[in-house]
Nanobody
Framework: QVQLVESGGGLVQPGGSLRLSCAAS????????MGWYRQAPGKERDLVAT???????NYADSVKGRFTISINNAKSTVYLQMNSLKPEDTAVYYC???????????????WGQGTQVTVSA
């Protein structure tokens, strides 16, 4: 099984910064990508940013230029640096890894428990 442990959420004022971390553990043969999604109350879970093991990144338009995703492959940890935060960034942020647990098994998505980010004055 794959476990994801997130940390770094909290309350911040508009214009402030937060850094989220997510550490993956368990049986991972190969992680194709890791990333962050978020879900605001009453809305669907949306992509924030993803990164492959090779370092290719993808961002939602709403966070481009403000958020930066990075990965430490040796530690199986993904980070999300969030700057210039806005009230509309308020959501539960979920860590995701798309990974194979065996050489000949398909890749599945695994999710963390979520961490609350609240941007408010």
């Amino acid at each position: 099984q794959v476990q994801l442990v997130e940390s770094g959420g909290g309350l911040v004022q508009p214009g402030g910064s937060l850094r989220l971390s997510c550490a993956a553990s368990g049986t991972i043969f190969r992680a194709n990508s890791m990333g962050w999604y978020r879900q605001a109350p009453g809305k669907e879970r949306d992509l924030v940013a993803t990164i492959t093991s090779g370092g290719s990144t993808n961002y939602a338009d709403s966070v481009k230029g403000r958020f930066t995703i990075s990965i430490n492959n040796a530690k199986s940890t993904v980070y999300l640096q969030m700057n210039s935060l806005k009230p509309e960034d308020t959501a539960v942020y979920y860590c995701n890894v798309n990974a194979k647990i065996r050489a000949y098994s398909p890749a599945y998505d695994y999710w963390g428990q979520g961490t609350q980010v609240t941007v408010s004055a």
